[in-house]
């Protein structure tokens, strides 16, 4: 026979299991978004050309984002391959962070 003690022990890892299991699927979705897997870059552009940026993501990289920049201009991205991104600038002389994903 179980006694009202173990019936709320029971009770109360049955709880903790479903909130495991919860917390268990949502980990494994967050794991899954893209853009929390990447990687801090920070790169001086010397001119005006084609700058090849190596990332290390051992992989073709989904996306970057500008984290920061020391001046008004735009970047573009001209290419891409497993390790690495081709950027342009619109300015000489701009240094970017970028979160490469």
């Known amino acids: 026979m179980i006694t009202p003690i173990q019936f709320e022990l029971v009770r109360s890892f049955e709880a903790v299991a479903r909130t495991l299991r919860r917390l268990t699927n949502f ?3 967050v794991s899954r978004i893209d853009i929390l897997h990447g990687e801090l870059i ?3 552009f010397n001119g005006t050309s084609d700058t090849v940026i190596n990332h290390k993501l051992g992989r073709t990289a989904r996306g970057w984002l500008i984290a920061s920049k020391n001046q008004d201009c735009r970047l573009w991205q001209t290419a891409s391959n497993a ?6 600038t619109s300015d000489a002389g701009t240094t970017a962070s ?4």
């Open 27 to 29: 980990t494994m979705m």
């Open 42 to 44: 920070t790169v001086d």
């Open 83 to 88: 390790s690495s991104l081709t950027l342009r």
């Open 98 to 101: 970028l979160w490469v994903f």
